[in-house]
């Protein structure tokens, strides 16, 4: 526990060393425990407020056409068996998403000529996601409960308030989100002193992934919700 609680105060005030060293010893269970926690709690505390927006949002969508007067009547309505399951399943998401970034994140790497194995690159995607998805997440949840909408702002979104959150420009800018930054600039450095690359070379091939992750998530978040009528 206090091995786990100096890698928690280590990748924020030396994440170089401290993701290196997690990689290096392939400690990942209790940061995923962590993460796959606090997206649960948080998940169940904000449930009212962002199933009460996302019916709003059905309702003046295409998709309300498609819908009877009660089914839309009910968007809002929930069960304490609903908010459960919801959380769980975000919890689930949680995890899957850091699998598979993790997963990208270490084949960029492999390509760019780094060393180690995909347990060594989840152990540290799994530490520096302590930024994002604990510190970011609380910090977002907290807002969602302040200002009663699911649609809040931590990157350059909040810099053009007036964006529709379905434009594409809301959609790109998205993506420049100051904790997912600091959570890959942080992995960045921690690869660059595990797999012994010039912080320079790390951050070239960090910045690839970027641009990849985000090129597929406009693509996919933009057609989505053309897709849905929203």
Not at 4 to 23: L, S, W, Y
Not at 170 to 183: E, K, P, T, V
Request: with cysteine; hydrophobic share 55%.
């Amino acid at each position: 526990m206090n091995e786990f609680i100096n890698d928690c105060i280590g990748v924020i005030g030396n994440p170089a060393r401290t993701i290196a060293g997690v990689m290096e010893k392939k400690r990942w269970k209790a940061a995923l425990a962590a993460i796959l926690l606090v997206t649960a709690i948080a998940t169940f505390i904000t449930f009212p407020v962002t199933k009460v927006e996302q019916a709003k949002f059905i309702r003046d969508s295409e998709m309300a056409d498609k819908l009877s007067d009660e089914q839309l009547a009910g968007l809002d309505q929930f069960t304490p068996g609903q908010r459960i399951s919801g959380s769980l399943f975000a919890a689930v998401f949680a995890s899957l998403s850091l699998v598979l970034g993790a997963f990208f994140v270490y084949l960029f790497f492999k390509v760019g000529g780094a060393e180690g194995n995909y347990v060594h690159y989840f152990s540290g995607a799994a530490l520096a996601s302590i930024l994002d998805m604990i510190l970011g997440g609380i910090l977002k949840s907290a807002l969602i409960l302040i200002k009663k909408s699911m649609i809040v702002h931590t990157g350059l979104t909040m810099f053009f308030p007036g964006l529709d959150f379905r434009s594409l420009p809301f959609i790109a800018l998205s993506q420049f989100d100051f904790f997912s930054i600091w959570y890959l600039a942080a992995l960045t450095l921690g690869i660059a002193a595990f797999a012994r690359l010039s912080p320079k070379k790390s951050f070239v091939i960090a910045a690839l992934y970027f641009l990849f992750k985000s090129l597929i998530f406009i693509a996919f978040s933009y057609l989505s919700m053309k897709m849905m009528g929203m």
